[in-house]
């Protein structure tokens, strides 16, 4: 005879890797979304900055600062994107690994536009090696989570 109550869905403790792949979703997505800002910020701030880091003068005209700007809201929407991810490792565990391997390609042409655009050294050797840090955990992350999801059901 069947129960009159609905059934509720096993809930299985979450894997430790589970745990720190959405942390790591969550510190990218809280450092990426901060581009935001930029989106927002006065032309004359982003000359500022431009001049700071060494790069003198910014460029006049409006592709500048179109191009400052969508940049940095493509950045703020993978932002909010790694945030949903993080809720769900498992079921977007799919889209996490496009996301990943994704981020690791994008970190090679990063490095080659970098080179090529004449970047600081420091800018060079910090951002696509980032890139390279947090894309690469959190796909060691989602592989390891994906083995211990496999053998847990396969027990």
Do not use: N
């Given at each position: 005879m069947t129960?009159?109550?609905?059934?509720?869905?096993?809930?299985?403790?979450?894997?430790?890797a589970e745990r720190a792949l959405a942390w790591v979703l969550r510190v990218n997505g809280a450092v990426t979304v901060t581009a935001l800002l930029a989106v927002f910020m006065p032309v004359g701030w982003m000359g500022a900055v431009h001049s700071r880091l060494?790069?003198?003068?910014?460029p006049d005209g409006p592709m500048f600062e179109y191009l400052a700007?969508?940049?940095?809201?493509?950045?703020?929407?993978?932002?909010?994107?790694?945030?949903v991810l993080s809720t769900d490792v498992r079921r977007f565990g799919p889209?996490?690994?496009y996301v990943a391997c994704a981020e690791l390609a994008f970190a090679a042409a990063?490095?080659?536009i970098d080179v090529k655009a004449g970047m600081p050294a420091a800018w060079?050797?910090?951002?696509?090696?980032?890139?390279?840090?947090?894309?690469?955990?959190?796909?060691?992350?989602?592989?390891?989570?994906?083995?211990?999801?496999?053998?847990?059901?396969?027990?």
């Open positions: 129960s009159p109550l609905p059934r509720t869905r096993e809930r299985r403790p979450v894997p430790r060494g790069l003198g003068a910014a700007r969508t940049v940095s809201a493509l950045y703020a929407i993978h932002g909010g994107l790694c945030f889209v996490i690994t990063l490095l080659l060079v050797m910090v951002e696509a090696p980032a890139v390279v840090f947090v894309s690469g955990l959190m796909l060691g992350l989602r592989i390891v989570a994906r083995r211990r999801e496999r053998d847990a059901t396969s027990d």
